[in-house]
Structure formats: C-alpha cells, structure tokens
C-alpha cells in the first residue's frame, strides 16, 4: 500500500509542476521557440509586498502566469500573460501598469551579473551573466541592451516595440531578428515583473507611503520566473538577492521527487497510525 501511495504522490507532483515548464508546439512559419508557466497568485515578491492602493490598482495586474518566447522570419516575440491587463491612462501599447526585465543568458560568457531595478541591485547566478537585457515599459521606452564583442554593450531602440494583446492578456514584444544572437537551446531567462512610474529611477516603481507607492517590505518585484518550490523559489531567490535564469526543458526533478517522497511519508506515517489505532 505504501508504494502505491508513493508511486501516486510522485505522479502528481510531476504533473503539477513544482517549476517553470517548458511546453512544445507544432512547427510552422510561426515558432514557438520555449513557453514557461508561472504559479498564480505569487505576485507579492519576497513574500511581504503590496500592491499600491489606489483604486487603478487591480488584483493581478503584476501576476505573471506564462512566458513564451516565439519567431517567425523577421522577428523574435516575448509574450507576457498576466492574470489582470489593464490600460486606464491610454499609453499607446495598451498596457500602462506593468514594468519587466528580461535578463538572458545566450550561453556564452559574460561579466555582466548586475541586474539594476531603479535604485535597487540584485545580483545574477556567479555562472550566468546576462548577455541580453530587454528592458519593458509603456509610452515607447523599451530598450534593448546587448553585450558586444568588444565588451560594450549597446542600447537599441529601434526595432523594438511592445503592445497588449486584450483577449489574452498578455504583453508581445517585438524584437527584430537582426538585433540579437542567434537564439539556441542554450538561452536562460530572468524575467521579473515590477510597477511601471515614469517619474520613479529606471522607470520601477519603488516603495514609500501613499496610494501611489508599493507597500509592503523588500525589493519592489511583484513577480519573478521561477519554480514554485524550494532553494530557488521566488521568495528564496529575493530573500537572498541572487537570481537564477530559467531554461529550455530543464526541470527540477530532484526536488520534485524529494517533494513527493515527503509527501509519501507523510501519507504512510498517517496511514500506519490509523492502522495501529484500528488495531488497539
């Protein structure tokens, strides 16, 4: 009977995902390239932050609930779904509230580990610097940093465009192909999710008091890819200050198996109590 509870346990936690998944879809001129998932309703950043409390302030509006990185001929897409989108101040992109970071790790080497939120600091894995830096905002301020052969990074504009897609809500950026590395199986993502104010450093909006400002304790990220459970959770990994990028097919299986395993015994310890407690 205990290896049946253990055989089950171990199955779903396996479905369930205790950490991004990647998910394939068919080829054609379009390409899904590599789709995360993100746990809902995790959007309060270390564990401890607020959403501001003016009344445009929607639940969800900084809920990240699934990354997808796609192509076609000309361009590269980043999709962005949210559990809420709302635009009540009219930017031209259809989206007004969310401000994000892509960090990625094209898989070669770079000294570049500094990952700067306003006036804010955290750091990347001491093996995976970021070699690509899409930086997301409303009211034409994405960006595009990309570190160069020489070491210098360079910060595009052009060719970089964001806008909402409504009946999805989801965020599309548009990167044009010529701009970036030629994307592989080895890219690693960060991706974190922050409140957009065009007045604030780096356009992140930081923590103070009044309806317009992020309560709460910590670092201003509501929302961070990244599993649900465990050493790198998204409250760990904030906790600590070093971020952890997220990859193509790669899953956490060991903690998943020893999430199950706990899970198991807990199962078989109730169950052998019941068992004596009949007995007696």
């Not at 750091?123 to 997301?136: C, E, F, H, K």
């Not at 970036?180 to 974190?192: F, T």
Request: aromatic share 12%.
């Amino acid at each position: 009977m205990f290896v049946r509870i253990l055989g089950a346990a171990i199955l779903c936690i396996i479905l369930l995902g205790a950490s991004p998944q990647m998910q394939a879809r068919d080829q054609t001129d379009w390409e899904t390239i590599v789709r995360f998932t993100d746990a809902r309703g995790d959007d309060v950043g270390g564990g401890d932050l607020l959403y501001p409390d003016h009344a445009v302030y929607v639940p969800g509006l900084f809920d990240l609930l699934q990354f997808e990185v796609s192509r076609d001929e000309h361009n590269l897409y980043f999709d962005f779904e949210f559990a809420a989108l709302t635009n009540p101040f009219q930017a031209p992109e259809g989206y007004f509230h969310q401000r994000l970071e892509v960090y990625i790790q094209t898989g070669e080497p770079s000294p570049l580990t500094d990952i700067y939120l306003g006036p804010h600091k955290l750091q990347t894995a001491p093996d995976a610097g970021w070699n690509v830096r899409l930086s997301i905002a409303p009211f034409d301020e994405s960006r595009l940093y990309v570190l160069g052969e020489d070491g210098q990074v360079e910060i595009l504009s052009k060719g970089v465009t964001s806008r909402s897609l409504p009946a999805r809500q989801t965020i599309r950026v548009q990167v044009e192909n010529d701009v970036l590395p030629q994307h592989n199986s080895d890219w690693g993502y960060y991706v974190l999710v922050g409140s957009f104010d065009g007045l604030a450093e780096g356009s992140w909006r930081d923590l103070g008091e009044g309806p317009w400002q992020v309560g709460g304790t910590g670092t201003p990220v509501f929302d961070l890819l990244s599993p649900r459970f465990g050493a790198r959770s998204q409250k760990a990994q904030l906790a600590q200050g070093v971020l952890y990028p997220v990859y193509e097919g790669r899953t956490q299986v060991i903690p998943m198996l020893l999430g199950a395993l706990a899970v198991a015994w807990v199962f078989g310890v109730f169950c052998l109590w019941r068992w004596r407690h009949g007995r007696s």
